[in-house]
């Protein structure tokens, strides 16, 4: 499975779940990069994704 895709998955979970509020700013992407241990333009791709989902 493609990095990003994991990526998204975890985040849509996270604001399923509630962890992540309506309105409310998520991890930064050096953040995001830094915890999932992948490149900053993945986490790119993950987040335009999720905005066109």
Same mark, same amino acid.
């Given at each position: 499975?493609?990095?990003?895709?994991?990526? &998204?998955? *975890?985040?849509?979970?996270?604001? =399923? +779940?509630?962890?992540?509020?309506?309105?409310?700013?998520?991890?930064? /992407?050096?953040? &995001?990069? *830094?915890?999932?241990?992948?490149? =900053? +333009?993945?986490?790119?791709?993950?987040?335009?994704?999720?905005?066109? /989902?």
């Amino acid at each position: 499975m493609y990095k990003y895709l994991t990526l &998204l998955n *975890e985040i849509e979970t996270m604001i =399923k +779940s509630g962890i992540y509020k309506q309105g409310e700013k998520i991890s930064s /992407i050096r953040r &995001l990069s *830094e915890t999932y241990q992948c490149n =900053k +333009s993945t986490v790119i791709r993950t987040l335009l994704v999720l905005i066109l /989902i």
